[in-house]
């Protein structure tokens, strides 16, 4: 039974991907847009991006919830200092992958977890280095057709077909390069008062 002091859970962010990631932490969650305006700041690099968005969009979130947990995201793909978003079309991602042929690409994953009641505030970032093979162009276009990842930071689902195009991953958060860190959002939310591995399954301070 939940009680009647628990903390409502809210994922801020519209992402499908995000949203089955929290799910395996079988805790109750309901999903709001954050609404925030990504264009990056000028001599910003990718991780304060990343960093300044997760913890704008949970912040977004909360204005409107102040009782609930809310948890914000992002992700920016950092190739040589450089970010590099979703790409939204098929020439841009084909763009993107010439690119990272070859290349070493950071993905800078930032989640922030914020309770404006109580006034708990965390922000943090795991860092997933990805080698990309040397790629053709024949192998570009067949993957980009195939699996159409126009809405991921640099052009590629590591979970799905994707990763036929990479040559390593090196993380400590697993679940980073999809989109959430479940090792830190899971302490982060720990420390807001959201209970995991209860035996109801349910939130509560």
């Not at 994922?11 to 990056?40: I, K, M, N």
């Not at 699996?147 to 400590?172: F, H, M, N, R, T």
């Amino acid at each position: 039974m939940t009680s009647p002091d628990a903390k409502p859970l809210i994922l801020g962010s519209t992402s499908v991907y995000r949203r089955e990631l929290l799910s395996r932490l079988r805790v109750p969650f309901e999903v709001a847009s954050p609404e925030v305006d990504e264009t990056p700041q000028a001599h910003e690099s990718p991780r304060e991006l990343a960093l300044r968005l997760a913890l704008a969009k949970a912040q977004a979130v909360a204005r409107k919830f102040p009782e609930a947990v809310v948890i914000g995201s992002d992700q920016v793909a950092d190739l040589n200092g450089q970010p590099l978003g979703k790409p939204g079309t098929h020439e841009r991602a084909v763009k993107q992958l010439r690119q990272m042929s070859g290349q070493s690409v950071i993905f800078q994953t930032a989640v922030a977890v914020v309770c404006q009641r109580s006034g708990f505030s965390q922000v943090d970032l795991a860092a997933v280095e990805v080698k990309f093979r040397d790629l053709t162009e024949e192998e570009i276009e067949n993957y980009l057709r195939a699996e159409q990842p126009y809405d991921c930071a640099g052009s590629a689902k590591s979970e799905g077909l994707g990763i036929a195009l990479l040559a390593s991953i090196q993380s400590d958060d697993p679940t980073a390069l999809v989109g959430l860190p479940l090792i830190r959002t899971a302490r982060m939310i720990r420390a807001a008062g959201i209970a995991l591995l209860t035996a109801s399954g349910s939130s509560h301070v």
